[in-house]
């Protein structure tokens, strides 16, 4: 009996091997295939288009894993560059034999280090600059600059090619040194091997070393106070400066010492580690959770910009990696909140600095610089990454956005614990330097912001059922404001509109919760699109939340009537659709969520007082909602239409829920 129960347990192991082997080969079988596809699609450049406008400028996503890589390997140099391999910022094709070590090297910096290996570091790149940037002349005489670059367990090949890159592509004597600055690398190659490699450099190149990790604030502030050049240059340790791409921003410094001068910041795919040039005309700012975005510039801005494409633009905050900043005035304005931890809120915090203090953030459009982005990231944060981003965070509104602090932390789960920070020392520094509230900041830098202000409508729109709707309180407050807008202008209707509706916040918010009313909201889109964060798409009625502080259900309506949501989305009705379905008539537009625009008619709204109609005053027809719910993704959700105003169609009314943002 002994030796049957071995017999069949040595049979249950040889089976779970086999068994273990062919999945595997499965699985290496359809990785190889779809490798060789993708490698033969690069070939015959059909390589799937990749975001042209960058997300969020160095936003690490996660704590970095690499599974069961080993430490010495981890710890090897395996730079072995191929000739031609990579120039002018080609794509790097790997043969599918290299597939499973292209697998384990990529986790180590979630980048594809084998293709980064393969690349030489003075690899030639095309010069991506507009014509008239070509043909533009700059003073003889710039001032000098120091190159600062923080490295944390950095590859050699991406560390030295962004080093290389800054050599071969600046006139030689603009650079006053090159300043390597080591946070706390663990690396082996990253010390004596580095250190001999750099003595043999063109220019003078110096490496300083925390002993611990502090983060990027504390190594920026290391090498800037080392720093001896006229002007103080931040780059990513994984850039690749295009040519002529230093010129530009420090003949902007010369003209005016308060302007902190940024790149455009052109991508480096993570994947194949090509060079792809980025949209020149958008700029920098954020969303309601402080998060930095990348958006495009108004109409308006762009009509400007066609005068002269080679002139720098105004943006609202840079994305903090990559600026050029006279080193004078960068001390003189505060240089960097030192408490801010690792990563994450300096570039919002330096942003809010200058244009409060005096000073101006801009972008040059003939200066292209590309950085690597990666979808997640490989550093580790001591004590998690969202306690630090929110701490951090949290340090920037309590000193900059004075009201809109408490806006922040009442709509950021997470960030209540950080209310009482002390940051008395840079409250002191905003005082000595005279520095302007954030609402001038909204008003005067940023005057298409989409956060909400004393002068706009900040709650939830809803849906009235007329058969149940017993919310007198709205009634009749209503009839009053309707007495005085009932003759203006659409402008002026909207400025009563907000000014009673925001005096009423607490007597609506007390009555909504004993009346009988919808338990559907209009809620914004979810992001879908590989290109942007802004969530575009199709508009719906959903169940609100429990919470009246979710931003997903929060909307903004300021007087032109545009109705806005975090990331510059608004309601828009110029795209026309055909809609199957016996209730909804052929023609019929759907309600979509898009770009804001500053005056687009598209966008604009009235609310009739007397009717409860959401009527857009680019065809006069008004906001409908579908007569049966729609089942989608285990969701209920009633679409939204366009169609002739009718006072007797009840799924035309709607009610504008007033909520107090601060």
Known sequence: MFRLRVKIFYIYILISFMLSVYLFYLISKYSVEKFINYQRNARNNKLPDRPRIPQIVGHYVAPGVVGNVSRDFMNTNNFAPVPGVGENGDPVVVQAKDLLKMQ????????????SDRIALNRTLPDVRKSKCLSKQYPSKLPTTSIII??????????????????ERSPRHLIKEI???????????????????????????????LNKREGLVAARLMGARV????????????CECSPGWLEPLLARVQQNPKKVVCPVIDIISDDNFSYIKSFEFHWGAFNWELHFRWYTLTDEELAERRKDTTLPFK????AGGLFTIDRKYFFDVGSYDEKLKIWGGDNLEMSFRIWQCGGEVEIAPCSHV????????????????????????????LVWMDDWAKFFFKYNKGTEEFKNLNVSSRIALRKELNCKSFDWYLRKVWPQNFFPAPNKFFGRIQPIDLSTFDYQEYVTLMKKINLIVKNLNPELKWKFLIKYLSENVKKIGDSMKAAKHSSYCLQKPKSSSLTSNQPYGQSFLKKCSLLINTLDEAFVIDDYGRIMSDEGVCLDSFRKTTIEGESVSEGTRKIKMVTCGSS????????????????????????????????????????????PCDVRNELQKWMLYPVAWK
């Open 179 to 209: 300043l390597l600055v080591d946070d706390a690398s663990d690396r082996r190659f990253l010390k004596t091997e580095l250190e001999n490699y750099v003595q043999k450099l063109p220019v003078v190149v110096s490496i300083l070393r």
């Open 370 to 397: 590309g950085h690597l982005f990666r979808k997640s990231s490989s550093y580790t944060f001591p004590g998690g990454v969202s306690g630090i981003l929110n701490e951090n965070l949290a340090r920037v509104a």
């Open 600 to 643: 687009k008619s598209a966008q604009r709204w009235v609310y009739e007082t007397d009717t409860y109609h959401l009527r857009n005053t680019n065809n006069g027809e008004c906001l409908e909602r579908a007569i049966t719910l729609a089942r989608e993704d285990s969701e209920d959700k009633f679409e939204l239409f366009l169609n």
């Open 150 to 167: 923080v490295f944390h367990n950095e590859a050699w090949s991406v560390l030295l090619r962004t080093v290389w890159s800054v050599i």
């Open 104 to 115: 384990q090297l990529f986790q180590i910096n979630r980048y594809n280090l084998l293709a």
């Open 227 to 238: 720093a001896t050049g006229d002007t103080l240059t931040f780059l990513d340790a994984h």
């Open 315 to 318: 943006t609202p905050a840079m």
